[in-house]
T-cell receptor
């Protein structure tokens, strides 16, 4: 079956760095997405990786290793507004998104 | 660019009634639209995928006669929850894909449905 695993919850301190991991097993692979979702709101797109390596976009970076079925989202210089759920999603061979359960990130002052 | 709107943003209805939720792509043509449901503290659950002008493809366990989806144009898809029951209370989110470039989905703001 298809499976996306990510930690349920993480806590970090304002100004620090946090890494949210995602491992996946899917039928085919056409890219991995990270989305941010604040409580009661729809997800917003953060990043897309289809090739191995690190993609940096401001304070956020996303890494992919296809051979290991592994990705991480790195958030630097954490701000209180970064408190949200972070969803990992993999596009399978049918171009359908398979969603992880999300990681709730709590930022403490 | 790539804005998706949903209407209404929240709705309360009585058990047994039907509710229609609209999803519109405002500045692009959405060849494919997706409908998700999300219960509190859970991830997104795909309900169905619809392509303009054709019947929606429902995920396993989603009743097509209860959740009617119409994708009549390249900018509008509707989800009608028929004979709603309290267990249908949820956050319904649509997303759209324009079929070009990366297969990114653009999400609407969601509709919170409460059935009393």
């Amino acid at each position: 079956g298809q499976n996306i695993d990510q930690p349920t919850e993480m806590t970090a301190t304002e100004g620090a760095i946090v890494q949210i991991n995602c491992t996946y097993q899917t039928s085919g692979f056409n890219g991995l997405f990270w989305y941010q979702q604040h409580a009661g709101e729809a997800p917003t797109f953060l990043s897309y990786n289809v090739l191995d390596g690190l993609e940096e976009k401001g304070r956020f970076s996303s890494f992919l290793s296809r051979s290991k079925g592994y990705s991480y989202l790195l958030l630097k210089e954490l701000q209180m507004k970064d408190s949200a759920s972070y969803l990992c999603a993999v596009m399978d061979s049918n171009y359908q998104l398979i969603w992880g359960a999300g990681t709730k990130l709590i930022i403490k002052p | 660019g790539a804005v998706v709107s949903q209407h209404p943003s929240w709705v309360i209805c009585k058990s047994g009634t039907s509710v229609k939720i609209e999803c519109r792509s405002l500045d692009f043509q959405a060849t494919t639209m997706f409908w998700y449901r999300q219960f509190p503290k859970q991830s997104l659950m795909l309900m169905a995928t619809s392509n303009e002008g054709s019947k929606a493809t429902y995920e396993q366990g989603v009743e097509k006669d209860k959740f009617l989806i119409n994708h009549a144009s390249l900018t509008l898809s509707t989800l009608t929850v028929t004979s709603a029951h309290p267990e249908d209370s949820s956050f319904y989110i649509c997303s759209a894909r324009d079929g070009t470039g990366v297969y990114e989905q653009y999400f609407g703001p969601g509709t919170r449905l409460t059935v009393t």
